[in-house]
């Protein structure tokens, strides 16, 4: 019975959030204003994402968000589908 009762736990247990920070290599990002904001919108608008900041200058983003919400894929695909190809660099908790 014990075995069954932790067993149970281990199940129903929640899976726990870990808020993540990527920065993600945007090199078709030029100087015409529009850039930053059409990819701060396209990565603002999937789910789990908390915060996004687009450098163009730097030709990078930064994105803050819910691991168990989304991840780097769904993130470079936004770009992408917005006409901007990106690549996640590195994530830090």
């Known amino acids: ?4 009762a932790a067993s149970l736990a281990r199940v129903t ?5 870990a808020q ?14 529009a850039c930053p904001s059409t990819g701060k ?4 608008k999937v789910g ?20 168990t919400e989304t991840g780097v894929k769904a993130l470079t695909r936004a770009t992408t589908d917005a006409g901007y190809p990106s690549t996640g660099n590195w ?3």
């Open 91 to 93: 994530t830090r908790k």
């Open 41 to 44: 919108q396209a990565l603002t």
């Open 20 to 33: 993540r920070t990527v920065m993600l290599g945007v090199p078709g990002t030029t100087y015409r204003p």
């Open 1 to 4: 019975m014990v075995w069954f």
């Open 48 to 67: 789990g994402v908390s915060k996004a900041a687009v450098d163009y200058e730097k030709r990078q983003a930064v994105v803050t968000f819910d691991d």
């Open 13 to 17: 247990l929640p899976a726990w959030a």
